[in-house]
Structures are given as C-alpha cells and as structure tokens.
C-alpha cells in the first residue's frame, strides 16, 4: 500500500513532500490563515459538439389555452382549488378508467390536519391493499403453572420444592428498578448489559441564543460490573438506552384505553420469532414476565420511524369509524401510493399524532408491539481520557467518563418543536438535575442506563500514542478530540505534535469545551466560525492550512482525523483533503481520491461521521 501511495506522488509530485518547519520541535506550523493565496489559472474549455438529449418526458402544456384544454379551466382558476396532487383532475381519469369516487369525511382535529395528506376523494374499490401483518407477540395473564397443585384440590404427585420456587419465580417481575433502567431482557450488544450510571455532573456547554443545545455530562462508572475485558478507551463511545418519555407512554396508554391498573401489572410476553424486545439478541420464540410500561418505556420506538403500512393497516383494521377506516386503508393501498409517499418522506410523525389524528382506531397492545421498530441504543463518544478521569468524593475515588450531547429537534404538531428520544431523554436528565442543585440538594440521583457498547470505533481503534495529529471537527462532533489532545499534552514530547481545527457557528454561543484542552490550548487548536466573525466553515480552513496537512498526512505515524456530521461538514471537508492532494501532490483528481483511499486504508486517515 505504501508502494502505491509513492508511486502516485513519485509520478506527479517529485519534491512536492513539505518538510517539517524549521523551527524548534515545540513549535508548531502555524494555523494562521494568510491572504496571499496562489491564483489558479483557468483554463479555456475544450469545445466539445453539443449532442443532443434525450427527452425522458413528453411536454403537453406550453400555454395557457394548452392547460385549458386538458383541464377546462383556466389557470387562475385551478392555480387557486390545485393542491398539486393531481386529484382535481379525478372525476376525468374516472370517466375514462370507468373508476367511481366517493368523497368521505375527513377527520375534524388538529392531529389529522397536521398530516398535511393531499386527499380529495377516495376510489370506492380498492387495490392491492397491504394484508394485515402477523401478529407476533402477545400479551397473556400470569398464570399459576398447571403443574402445581391447587391450594383446595389434592395431588396424586407433588412437585419438590425447588421445582415450585422454580416456577413461581419465572412468573415473577426481576428485582430491578425499571424507572432507570430497562429490564435484563434488554440486552443491547452481547456480552454488555445496561448499567445505570449516576450522572455526578451535568451543565450546559453552548450560550444563550446557541442554535442547538448542548450538555457535558460527567457519569460515574465505579461500580460499573467487571467480567466484560474490555475498558474505557479514548476516543471510545458509549451506548445508551434511552426511555421513551413517560408522559407521552401514559398518553398512549390513555389512547389505548388501557386502564391505569394493568399498565405496571406483571403480565406474560409470548413472541413466536424475532429479536424483540431484545435489540441484538437471537431471532427465536420467547416467554418472559415484565409490564406494559416497561415494553412500551424501553422496547418500541413510538417517534423515531415513518409511519409504515403495516402499522397503518393495523390502525385501520380497528377503526370503528368508517371514513377513518377508508382513509387508512386508502394510505396502504395501490390508488394510495404517491399519497403514502409524499407522507412518509414528510416530517416524521409519531404513534401518538396518529392516535389522535384517528381516534376511533385504538389496536390491542400487543398488535402495535408486532409492527412498531425497536427501540434502539444511541451512542456517544467519550469527551476526555478515562483512563485519568477520577474525584474524591465521601472518602471514596469514583471514575468518571465525560460525554457531550447535542440536542436535536424535529418539528411536532402540538408543541412546534420536539426533541429525538435520546438527546431528549439526556436534556430532560440534565435540566432536573440542574433544577435540583439550584433547589440545594447537594448529589441529586438522575441515571443514565448505559453501556460500555462499541468501544472499538474508527478513533479509538486508530489512536496512537505518538505521530502528529491533525483533527477536524465541527459540532459536537469535536467532543472526541478532547481526549486525544488531554492524553497527548501529558507527554513533553508530543506537544505541538497535535492540531485541531474546530467549527462553529459563533464563538461567543457555540465552541465547546472552551478553556478545557489544556495548557497548550491556544497553540494547538483554531477555531472557525461558519455564522459570524470570520464567516468560514472549517473545510475552508482545511484547504487554507494544505502545507499543514500536507505535513502531517506524510509524516511517519502522521494521521488526519475528521469527526462530525456527514451532510455539509464531512462531505465538505473530503472535498477540501482532495483538493490539498491534488495542489501539494501536482495529482489529478481521481489519483487524489486514490491517495486519500490509500491513506484511510492505512489507517492514516480516518473520518467517522454521522
């Protein structure tokens, strides 16, 4: 692989390769961007004979007298009933396809309104309607083993007593506070199980006026369980299963019309194949003892996903309502599609808008637990070193690891705006928790169930002790680098050996972990403002600094990090590292792209984006 790399730069870049500065080793190559920046000549381009397209649709309308018509109305006059959808123009397809419309009545509330669904009438028959799904789980009474004998009836053999605590026992809940943790079932990633970490610390990072929110959270692992081999590591994540918000389960609940004194009541889960309600367990039949709370808490995602047909074939099969019902099983059907489409790539909707968008639709549990996604761990990436992270607290050193959480929102029907299920769980931990040390309580109990997860990522895996580094970040995804740079300054050596490039989109609101890198911290690290100020996104500083990166990507153990969203600041930051290769290395774009190919083959670039 390194043979290939210098046959590529041999052949286009010969003496091309910068040197290290000539500066003494605690110097490092500046960050500072200069204005006088070589002009690119452009070329004239090669003239090339036009050729003619080919025409991939047919052009029926070029006028007004065209659209009146096809239509017989003139444009002002369906520009202003036109929703766009094309079901103005029913009564004319249903003439000629003999098809019968009907129109229905739509559901009266703000749920349904919402939905924005371009329904004008509905097909009186229907095609190809999705078949109801099957039923997978079920939801059973405890009931004593049939094995046992009755109190009032005699045995002609009785079982031993192991046998009977046996028995009774797999009937009863676990001794586990399931309000801050899921249930043992819920195992997210093999040999892991969820540990409810106390969160020791908790403030908000960003400022007043920050477009997006975020949290440092300090969690204390102490007692986390020994007997996994395997250990914190920087750079390393973390997976978190985060509940569903009580209040919005109750109000499914409500919706359901399950009354309040069997939604904690133990009760028989039977699920006849699959994984659920584990995340990555076997796909086989189960049977085990928990509660409607807890399967609906910890188990199914009621925001995250589109509504899918099966779940609105479910919803439509227990319709009381009759246009309620056509409406729902018009969604699932053939006549329905570009209706369901234009749906399903719209705002992602949850369970409960669709409850009350169709109120008289209210499905057995259990049938909505066959159809809706599992609930599934977040992950985190480590803000520090946890390997030197611990205080002294009641006479007793607890480990802490760190982690920053941005808060994401999406738009909702009520409110305007709601959180994700995991940043939102981690917002809602961090505001109580501040709320309760402003009240004076000196170590308020908040928990976050996690678990050590996929610790093996692209940055933990690629981390070394020693080579320069050069790590780009925007977001919170600059939280990993933290601990990077906190384990490099520990080493006279290293430092200057490590450089970060951070964007934000104002400084004064915005930059994370400001003052929190080290006592090297205004020699290592640039920060970029995308909003304000300077007014650039940090894949502009990538190509600004091309000596620097040219320096390190071939440097011997030299590696180029990038952590960070993949729409906009990944993808731009790529673009800007080929751009560097083909400057500093005289290549053509796709030898470019080969070369950073090659690197990230070598584990000399490395780029984890979401």
Same mark, same amino acid.
């Given at each position: 692989? %390194? ?5 590529i730069l041999a052949e286009h870049s010969a003496g ?37 397209? &080919? ?16 239509? #017989? ?24 396809? #003999? ?6 009545? =739509?559901?009266? $509330? ?33 009931? &004593?083993?049939? $094995? ?40 997210? +990633? ?52 985060? *509940? ?90 053939a006549e329905g599609q570009g209706v369901f489409c ?14 009350? %968008?169709?109120?008289?639709? !209210? ?13 599934? *761990? ?17 006479? !007793? ?16 029907? &009520? ?9 939102? =769980? ?12 402003? !009240?004076?309580?000196? +170590? ?7 678990? !050590? ?5 692209p940055l933990a895996k690629e981390f070394v002790s020693? #080579? ?8 919170? #995804? ?110 053509? &774009? ?21």
């Amino acid at each position: 692989m %390194a043979t290939q790399i210098d046959r590529i730069l041999a052949e286009h870049s010969a003496g091309s390769i910068p040197e290290e500065p000539q500066t003494a080793s605690s110097v490092a190559p500046s960050l500072t961007y200069s204005d006088s920046a070589d002009e690119q000549e452009i070329e004239e381009p090669h003239q090339i004979e036009p050729r003619r397209r &080919r025409a991939s649709t047919r052009l029926i309308a070029k006028s007004p007298d065209d659209v009146q018509r096809i239509t #017989g109305e003139s444009t002002t006059q369906l520009i202003r009933r036109c929703c766009g959808g094309g079901c103005c123009l029913n009564n004319t397809k249903a003439k000629e396809l #003999g098809i019968d419309y009907e129109r229905v009545e =739509f559901p009266d $509330n703000d749920a349904y309104r919402s939905l924005f669904l371009k329904i004008d009438a509905i097909p009186t028959t229907l095609s190809n309607v999705c078949d109801l799904p099957e039923q997978t789980a079920f939801l059973q009474p405890v009931r &004593r083993p049939s $094995n046992l004998p009755s109190p009032t009836e005699p045995s002609l053999s009785t079982p031993s007593k192991d046998d009977v605590a046996k028995s009774l026992e797999s009937l009863s809940l676990e001794d586990l506070d399931t309000k801050i943790q899921p249930p043992t079932f819920v195992q997210p +990633h093999p040999p892991h199980h969820v540990f409810a970490a106390r969160v020791h610390n908790t403030r908000e990072l960003t400022g007043m006026g920050a477009e997006k929110r975020t949290f440092h959270f300090d969690l204390d692992v102490t007692n986390y369980p020994e007997g996994e081999n395997v250990d914190f590591k920087v750079g390393g994540a973390i997976g978190v299963s985060a *509940p569903n918000e009580e209040s919005m389960v109750d109000e499914i609940f409500g919706l359901l019309l399950v009354p309040r004194f069997l939604r904690d009541k133990p009760v028989l889960l039977r699920t006849t194949k699959g994984r659920w309600p584990t995340v990555w367990g076997d796909d086989m039949a189960r049977e085990l003892v928990t509660t409607r709370r807890d399967l609906l808490t910890w188990c199914s995602d009621i925001q995250s996903y589109p509504p899918t047909k099966q779940l609105l074939r479910v919803l439509a099969e227990h319709a009381t309502d009759e246009s309620e019902r056509k409406i729902l099983q018009f969604l699932c059907a053939a006549e329905g599609q570009g209706v369901f489409c234009d749906f399903r790539t719209g705002p992602h909707v949850t369970l409960v808008q669709l409850l009350h %968008a169709f109120p008289s639709s !209210k499905p057995p549990l259990d049938l909505l637990f066959s159809v809706l996604q599992p609930l599934m *761990p977040r992950f985190y990436s480590l803000s520090n070193d946890p390997h030197e992270s611990f205080e002294t607290r009641d006479g !007793k050193q607890h480990r802490l690891i760190e982690i920053a959480v941005t808060v994401h929102e999406t738009s909702d029907w &009520r409110s305007g705006s709601r959180a994700g299920i995991g940043s939102g =769980f981690f917002q809602r931990q961090a505001l109580k928790f501040i709320e309760a040390k402003e !009240k004076g309580e000196e +170590h308020p109990e908040f928990y976050i169930p996690m678990f !050590k997860g996929l610790m093996a990522n692209p940055l933990a895996k690629e981390f070394v002790s020693d #080579g320069p580094m050069l790590l780009i970040g925007a977001g919170v #995804g600059i939280a990993p680098f933290r601990g990077f740079v906190q384990r490099r300054l520990k080493t006279a050596n290293c430092a200057n050996k490590v450089w970060v490039l951070q964007g934000i989109r104002d400084s004064l609101v915005d930059e994370l972990y400001s003052g929190e890198w080290g006592v090297h911290e205004d020699e290592v690290k640039r920060v970029v403002q995308s909003r304000k100020g300077e007014g650039r996104y940090v894949q502009e500083e990538v190509k600004h600094q091309s000596d620097l990166v040219w320096y390190i990507i071939n440097s011997v153990d030299g590696r180029v990090f990038v952590c960070g969203s993949t729409r906009g600041m990944g993808e731009g930051v790529e673009a800007a590292l080929i751009e560097v290769a083909m400057e500093k290395g005289n290549l053509e &774009r796709e030898e470019a792209k080969q070369f950073w190919e090659l690197k990230k083959e070598a584990g000399q670039y490395i780029a984890e984006t979401w």
